[in-house]
């Protein structure tokens, strides 16, 4: 079924006469004839009864009239859509974080994209990193900042941002609180709050308590949640360095072997990026994650890109 065939065919029906149709369509008198032929082998069935001083709709006309109607102004719905976005001011920049990963991480680089790509509009969204993974291979995201993924496609690109460390989030009341760091073996002593879906305690688990491993508590997939916990002295809370907490809670370091992971960046491999695409992952590949002070992110320096974008 062609949307030609449609309109012919409605135009046929609102006139009731082939010359006038064909004028409102634009075409000879033979090529509406025809399309109209053509949609009525494809529906099974005569639409219209062909008389000399009379046309009428069929039965079969009337009953599929209101269908045909409504498909032939969703394609006209979809087509103005997409003239609308395509003259559009808006560039949309849509980005997964996995659960371990602050937004703040990406506020900066967000700002520094947003001075070379007027009208962006950046929509952020939370999962988990392997189902981040399949968001950019379906085309729903357009770039993921992740810590560690298991079996990365091929058909990712994969930039390495910067290297953190993991810290205990405990509440000032908390019994180790007070101690300059935390050993491992404190840890289980102590009871662990869950966050479902980061990559942290799986990690410090495998390395350090694979026989024996900690007491986790409560749970919750977001970090809020864990942090109340936390400030309520209900656990301890494993979580990057980067992370922002509540100002009731102290951050303290792992003691012994650093326990870290890489920060990455995702894109899909020869997908053509947009405008804001192609900024955002020059400014972030670009830019200086060294972080003296972890948990202060003003001094992560921006990246001069005005030469890099031009």
């Not at 006038?20 to 529906?43: D, I």
Request: net charge negative.
């Amino acid at each position: 079924m062609e949307l030609h065939q449609v309109r012919y065919f409605l135009a046929l029906a609102s006139t009731l006469n082939f010359t006038r149709a064909a004028e409102q369509c634009n075409v000879t008198q033979p090529a509406l004839t025809k399309g109209v032929q053509k949609l009525e082998q494809e529906l099974g069935g005569q639409l219209i009864y062909r008389e000399r001083q009379l046309t009428q709709l069929t039965d079969l006309g009337k009953e599929v009239l209101p269908m045909l109607e409504r498909t032939l102004a969703s394609a006209e719905a979809v087509r103005r859509r997409a003239q609308e976005f395509q003259r559009k001011d808006v560039a949309p920049l849509k980005i997964g974080l996995a659960p371990s990963v602050s937004a703040s991480l990406v506020l900066d680089p967000i700002a520094e994209t947003a001075k070379f790509v007027p009208g962006l509009h950046v929509e952020l969204r939370e999962d988990t990193a392997e189902k981040l993974v399949d968001l950019l291979l379906e085309g729903e995201i357009n770039a993921a900042v992740v810590g560690d993924v298991k079996d990365m496609p091929p058909r990712i690109d994969d930039w390495s941002l910067f290297e953190e460390r993991y810290v205990a989030v405990l509440a000032p009341t908390h019994k180790l609180a007070n101690r300059p760091t935390i050993g491992i073996e404190d840890l289980q002593e102590t009871v662990l709050l869950d966050r479902a879906g980061c990559d942290v305690a799986p990690k410090i688990q495998q390395t350090f308590f694979s026989k024996n491993p900690p007491q986790f508590g409560h749970c919750s997939c977001h970090d809020l949640h864990l942090q109340h916990l936390a400030a309520a002295g209900f656990g301890v809370m494993l979580a990057p360095e980067h992370m922002p907490h509540l100002p009731t809670l102290k951050t303290i370091p792992l003691e012994g072997e650093q326990i870290s992971r890489e920060v990455r960046l995702l894109a899909v491999q020869g997908r053509r990026y947009s405008p804001a695409l192609d900024a955002f992952v020059k400014v972030a590949r670009l830019r200086d994650w060294s972080l003296e002070l972890p948990l202060d992110m003003a001094h992560a320096a921006p990246v001069e890109m005005a030469s890099v974008l031009a």
